[in-house]
């Protein structure tokens, strides 16, 4: 069982910066691939970013590609997105992710999600 509690949301004018954060419970936080998914008001749930157990290997939506970094820290049983050059269409709320699979496509864990607003 693993527990997520993001935080680090908020309201940002365009092309401004935000570093989201993910803790984990458990002592098992390694053995799982983590990501960041996204929903905007009206639309479905995106994917946005993973990274692999090791922190090894990241992987981005093309619409954040170049703008948001994924990375980990398993002693601290964190995980943070970076997210700079923000766009209105960045709008949404946020949400961390835990999965036993390398890709992280339909993962076993949620948090409760962040909300960020990207004001134009």
């Known amino acids: 069982q693993v527990q997520l509690v993001e935080s680090g949301g908020g309201l940002v004018q365009a092309g401004g910066s935000l570093t989201l954060s993910c803790a984990a419970s458990?002592?098992?936080?390694?053995?799982?691939?983590m990501g960041w998914f996204r929903q905007a008001p009206g639309k479905e749930r995106e994917f946005v970013s993973s990274?692999?157990?090791?922190?090894?290997?990241?992987r981005y939506a093309d619409s954040v590609k170049g703008r948001f970094t994924i990375s980990r820290d398993n002693a601290k049983n964190t995980v943070l997105l970076q997210m700079n050059s923000l766009k209105p269409e960045d709008t949404a709320v946020y949400y961390c992710?835990?999965?036993?699979?390398?890709?992280?496509?339909?993962?076993?864990?949620w948090g409760q999600g962040t909300q960020v607003t990207v004001s134009s």
């Open positions: 458990g002592r098992t936080f390694s053995s799982y691939s």
């Open positions: 992710a835990a999965d036993t699979s390398p890709l992280v496509v339909r993962p076993d864990y």
């Open positions: 990274i692999s157990r090791s922190g090894g290997i990241t």
